[in-house]
């Protein structure tokens, strides 16, 4: 790709499209609950046939679609992006993949639930399916009128409809043309509401019948401090092992234990716990629920002093001793007794349904069919020459997508090219990542431009192409308000021996510190002033001050 080609195809973005990040902080709690397309999307039309006619999975002989993976997908960005902007950090093109993997995880669980649902005759009517849609819209409206009025609103209303890919985008809406339209995408199959409310539903069932004691409650309040030792098949500080051997050196570790040997001495010398040197193996304060089921099982068998076998789990082996157990019943237990009753059977209810939803999904026959999951999958289990060629194959169906989840796929192209040493390929790859976030909804993913473009000068970087890095660094430091991001521009300046640039980069950088602390300084003088109008009022009406800590 020649270097005139790509400053026609990246041409820098100053402006970022502030109203999207301030339309995603208004109505967020309803776009988690059912999410829309806000933000995420490439070509709406081109994608959205494609989210409703691929199957991504089989699920127990049942389809996951690919739409059901993409909403769930975009549930989690809708709640990050505004709040990775709040703050001023970006979210990490490498952690992208990982979002989408879950989308897919949460698509595959809610099939397997819904077919649950089926068996045991949970539906949800039309009737119903309005009403619920109601309370979303009338949720929306108050938290949009409470931010703004008038015109203003009618345009935030429009932009939002926009965004949500209304045929005939218009420059202001009135409520009622906002209330109808809403009410019409949450009622729509698109939107995924009628499968929430079965689910929800179902897991009122599961969690109805749980109840809870006093018994059960006073039981809750005692801890058991527990020690072991660990064994890994991949241990922090030396070779792999297989199975039979990690096997067989926890064994060898048990029968020194057994033969007298002290439990803290092999801990500190032995285990592959990378704290267990300084904490001795100890976990101390463990109450039911708090570890995975296997190791609770196990654990809380032992009487006090007594030590397990060698207890196998997928990452390694673990030997575990009950070192005893106290209560920790708080001094208000009996004041507090019906309270505390009533949330720890409600902290039961959470549980006994957080069961149903494992084991649903560990007892499920479960085929992945989209090659950008199995790659993910494959990534999971650190097998890169796998994920690669997945990645690939998956590059033309990513195009289609565009948005985060075609930057996801190019990103990790990019990546693994790059550790590979292919320079060239990883530019490219990372020319695609910087193409899929040139549009309005690319801002959404706070940093993620400007982080493909400093990825694209170190590849011409490695390459020994000196202009054009230096070209696609500033790129990068134009494309970015992110302190994190500038600090890596002004450190490939100086590597590149361009002061000029690093100095600039060293220029914005106290002048974003110096507003950081100038805000601060605001900040600390409005909380003062409050405080001290709060200790004027207290001191003016004596009957209302504060009698006591």
């Known amino acids: ?278 904490n001795e193996g100890f976990i101390e304060g463990v109450r039911p629920g708090q570890r995975s089921e296997e190791w609770e099982e196990v654990a809380f068998a032992l009487e006090p002093g007594e030590v397990s076998d060698v207890i196998e789990f997928p990452w390694g082996f673990e030997i575990i001793k009950n070192v005893g157990r106290e209560s920790s019943l708080p001094d208000d237990f009996e004041t507090n007794k019906d309270e505390l009753l009533s949330n720890f059977a409600e902290q039961k209810r959470a549980e006994a349904w957080s069961k149903y939803v494992s084991d649903a999904r560990r007892e499920a026959a479960v085929e992945v069919l989209d090659p950008e999951m199995k790659a993910y999958e494959a990534l999971l289990e650190k097998n890169d020459e796998d994920a690669l060629s997945l990645l690939e194959e998956a590059r033309t169906e990513a195009r289609q997508l565009g948005g985060a989840a075609a930057a996801s796929v190019f990103y990790q192209i990019a990546k693994m090219l790059s550790e590979a040493g292919d320079w060239e390929g990883a530019a490219d790859a990372y020319a695609e990542v910087a193409d899929a976030l040139s549009s309005e909804e690319g801002a959404m993913i706070v940093g993620g431009r400007a982080e493909a473009l400093l990825g694209m000068g170190l590849a011409y970087e490695r390459l020994g192409e000196k202009e054009e890095a230096v070209l696609w660094y500033t790129a990068a430091s134009e494309a970015s308000e992110i302190r994190t991001l500038h600090m890596r521009a002004r450190s490939a300046f100086e590597r590149l021996g361009r002061q000029d640039l690093a100095d600039r980069e060293r220029e914005w950088l106290d002048s974003y510190d110096e507003a950081m602390k100038q805000r601060e300084s605001e900040l600390q003088a409005q909380r003062e002033s409050a405080q001290g109008q709060a200790d004027s009022r207290a001191s003016q009406n004596p009957e209302t001050a504060p009698t006591g800590p």
Do not use: C
Request: glycine share 6%; no cysteine.
């Open 1 to 278: 790709m020649s270097i005139q080609r790509m400053r026609r195809r990246f041409a820098v973005q100053l402006r970022i499209v502030l109203w999207v990040i301030t339309v995603a902080f208004v109505i967020g709690l309803p776009l988690v609950f059912v999410p829309g397309r806000l933000g995420l999307g490439g070509n709406k039309g081109e994608s959205a046939e494609m989210a409703d006619k691929d199957i991504v999975a089989n699920a127990d002989g049942k389809p996951v679609m690919r739409g059901q993976m993409e909403r769930e997908f975009q549930a989690v960005m809708n709640l990050l992006a505004p709040q990775f902007a709040s703050i001023g950090q970006p979210i990490g093109l490498d952690q992208i993949w990982h979002f989408r993997h879950d989308g897919f995880e949460q698509a595959v669980q809610d099939v397997l639930l819904l077919e649950r649902a089926r068996d045991v005759g949970i539906s949800v009517s039309a009737g119903e399916l309005k009403q619920k849609a109601q309370e979303l819209v009338d949720r929306e409206v108050a938290q949009l009128k409470g931010r703004w009025d008038g015109d203003e609103l009618e345009r935030v209303m429009a932009q939002i409809l926009a965004q949500e890919g209304a045929e005939k985008p218009r420059d202001r809406v009135s409520e009622r043309q906002f209330r109808q339209a809403r009410l019409d995408w949450y009622t729509s199959e698109e939107s995924g509401l009628r499968e929430n409310l079965v689910i929800e539903r179902l897991q009122q069932r599961v969690s109805s019948d749980v109840t809870a004691t006093e018994e059960q409650l006073r039981e809750y309040y005692e801890t058991s401090t527990m020690q072991h030792i660990v064994v890994t098949l991949h241990p922090p500080n030396g070779a792999n092992r297989t199975k039979d051997e990690a096997r067989k050196r926890a064994e060898q570790l048990l029968e020194r234990i057994r033969s007298g040997a002290d439990f803290t001495e092999v801990a500190k010398s032995e285990s592959d716990d990378p704290r267990a040197e300084q």
